[in-house]
């Protein structure tokens, strides 16, 4: 199995990239950044996976926002 030591996002899933969003910043917060229908109404993680399996430029800014979230979290520590 190839590893990629230098990639963040390598082994987690994106349900685990959405549901530790959603517990750092709530769904509020995140459809205020990430303008989608699917974090400001009725959101869920279900329709978000759904969504954002399918929409690779919206999968890129909730990866990026993972990204940052991870990188101030690590400046705190």
């Not at 009725?42 to 890129?60: E, G, I, Q, Y």
Request: proline letters at 5%.
């Amino acid at each position: 199995m190839e590893t990629q030591p230098n990639n963040p996002l390598h082994g987690i899933t994106l349900e685990k990239i959405l549901t530790d969003l959603v517990a750092h910043y709530g769904w509020e917060y995140m459809g205020h950044t990430i303008n989608i229908k699917c974090f400001t109404v009725n959101p869920s993680v279900k329709s978000s996976l759904t969504f954002l399996r399918k929409t690779p430029w919206a999968r890129t800014k909730v990866e990026a926002m993972y990204l940052n979230m991870l990188k101030k979290r690590k400046q705190q520590q």
